[in-house]
Nanobody
Framework: EVQLVESGGDSVQPGRSLRLSCVGS????????MSWVRQAPGKDFEWLAS???????NYADSMKGRATISRDNAENTLFLHLNSLKIDDTAMYYC????????????????????????WGQGTQVTVSS
């Protein structure tokens, strides 16, 4: 059974940084494309970034220059470093064991149009406020 456990969220002031973590189990982590998405209150899921098994990265425009996705295969852990946090970054953040490129509503998809089928983890809450 695939399990994804996110952590690292916090309440911070604008301009600060956070590192989110996601520990995966139940699949071969080192050969999996991984992604981060988020859901702000009352809004649809938003794809943020993806990291392929070979190190190739892809970022949403909203994250370019402010986020870095990385992984530690020895620890089965995916990271998302968020810098210069804004109030609009307030959301629940989730990871996925798939190479996603977009979301629509509460569904997210690969570049081939395949819907992400695994259950989402519990997420980690990021709150940015002054």
């Amino acid at each position: 059974e695939v399990q994804l456990v996110e952590s690292g969220g916090d309440s911070v002031q604008p301009g600060r940084s956070l590192r989110l973590s996601c520990v995966g189990s139940g699949f071969t982590f080192k050969f999996s494309g991984m992604s981060w998405v988020r859901q702000a209150p009352g809004k649809d899921f938003e794809w943020l970034a993806s990291l392929d098994w070979n190190g190739a990265t892809n970022y949403a425009d909203s994250m370019k220059g402010r986020a870095t996705i990385s992984r530690d295969n020895a620890e089965n852990t995916l990271f998302l470093h968020l810098n210069s946090l804004k109030i609009d970054d307030t959301a629940m953040y989730y990871c996925a064991n798939s190479l996603l490129v977009r979301c629509n509503g509460t569904s997210c998809y690969t570049a081939y149009g395949q819907k992400y089928a695994n259950n989402w983890g519990q997420g980690t809450q990021v709150t940015v406020s002054s």
